[in-house]
Structures are given as C-alpha cells and as structure tokens.
T-cell receptor
Framework: DTGVSQDPRHKITKRGQNVTFRCDPI?????LYWYRQTLGQGPEFLTY????????KSRLLSDRFSAERPKGSFSTLEIQRTEQGDSAMYLC???????????????FGPGTRLLVL | EDQVTQSPEALRLQEGESSSLNCSYT??????LFWYRQDPGKGPEFLFT???AGEEKEKERLKATLTKKESFLHITAPKPEDSATYLC??????????????FGKGTKLSVKP
C-alpha cells in the first residue's frame, strides 16, 4: 500500500487554459474526496465519490470544475477556463467505509499545486 | 452552521518547552474529531481520531484529548522536527449526507533548538 498518489505535483498554466489532475486512492478505498487549500487556510471540501458515484458537490465547485471517477478507481478533476483565483493546492483523500474502526478517517495525498498566471 | 476554530494561529516554542493547541467546534452530532499534521507543500498527515468526550490518544510526544466542546493537542518536550501546521477537523453534513471534513485554519508550530 503506497498511499494516495496525485499527479502532477505542480502545474503552472495561463489564464483561460484547461487543466486536469489525477488522484489514485489507497487500493480498496471506496470513498474519494477532493479538497482545495489556499495559503493560511485549512482544506475546503469540493466533492466526493462513493465508488463511481459523485455524491456531493460543494458550492465552491463552479461549473468550470468537473470531477469523475470511472470504474470507482482513480479520479480526475478538471478545471476549464482557469482563472487566477483557481491558484491553490488541490488535495485528494480516500477512506474506506468497510473499516469499522476508522471508516471516516481520510488519508490525504501530497496534493497538486496549481499556479494560474 | 458547523464550525471549527483553532488557537493560537501560530506558536513558537523552545525545544523542550511543552504546550497545548486548542480546537473548538460547533457541530450537531459529533462523529469524531481528527487531528492532522501538515508540513509545508505537503498533504495533511493523519495523527488521531477521537470519538467521545474523555477519550485520549498518544503518539510519541503528542497527546490528543476531547471534551464535549473542544479538543487539545498537548506537545510534551517538543523537538524541532515537530515544527509543522497542526489541523483539526470534524465530519460535516453536506447536503444531507456525510462526506466532507470541516477543517480549522490550523496552528503553525515552530520549535527552535
């Protein structure tokens, strides 16, 4: 078990471009979460999946953001027409509903740092 | 509205100087309180989960405690490698289902040798 992985670790893009991030959760974790973190703040929830179903989306998730989790394994987060305000660390986490002792414990990946110029 | 407040925002300690970080929360139906450590440029690293008032958990120089309204993270004889931002979080109800963690802003701990 290598933990949650995210790719890329860093992304610099120009305003208006589209970007896509990938998250690979801990194997057999059926829940996957996306958060956004800006400097000096705690992570803010964006959306989460249980298996392949996207169950909740935050009001922070504008129409320019879309997330998928095909086949209930890895997930992608796409931001279309990026804006400078999208610059942040995008974090992915996973958890297991089947771990009775810690089913709500979320394990985070290293994050993808996005800079929009 | 569910909220998590951490204090102080920043804490500077000398190596060996014990102290405590505070996390207060307002949430209906607490389903656990989580402590994470975050190093600069990295994702949060899970430390502890506390589920009920009076519960305590320890890991090396860290001990987390929970009351009905707040949690404390006690750091005993800290070392420079304990320097990090410590985040606490509670599960929230978002849109009627349980999916997200609500985080505080964190306490940035610096331990000087």
């Amino acid at each position: 078990d290598t933990g949650v992985s995210q790719d890329p670790r860093h992304k610099i893009t120009k305003r208006g471009q589209n970007v896509t991030f990938r998250c690979d959760p801990i194997s057999e974790h059926n829940r996957l979460y996306w958060y956004r973190q800006t400097l000096g703040q705690g992570p803010e929830f964006l959306t989460y999946f249980q298996n392949e179903a996207q169950l909740e989306k935050s009001r922070l998730l504008s129409d320019r953001f879309s997330a998928e989790r095909p086949k209930g394994s890895f997930s992608t987060l796409e931001i279309q027409r990026t804006e400078q305000g999208d610059s942040a660390m995008y974090l992915c986490a996973s958890s297991s509903l089947f771990d009775r002792d810690s089913q709500e414990t979320q394990y985070f990946g290293p994050g993808t740092r996005l800079l929009v110029l | 509205e569910d909220q998590v407040t951490q204090s102080p925002e920043a804490l500077r300690l000398q190596e060996g100087e014990s102290s405590s970080l505070n996390c207060s929360y307002t949430v209906s139906g607490l389903r656990g309180l989580f402590w994470y450590r975050q190093d600069p440029g990295k994702g949060p690293e899970f430390l502890f989960t506390l589920y009920s008032a009076g519960e305590e958990k320890e890991k090396e120089r860290l001990k987390a405690t929970l009351t009905k309204k707040e949690s404390f993270l006690h750091i005993t004889a800290p070392k420079p490698e304990d320097s990090a931002t410590y985040l606490c979080a509670v599960p929230g109800y978002y849109g009627g289902s349980q999916g997200n963690l609500i985080f505080g802003k964190g306490t940035k701990l610096s331990v000087k040798p």
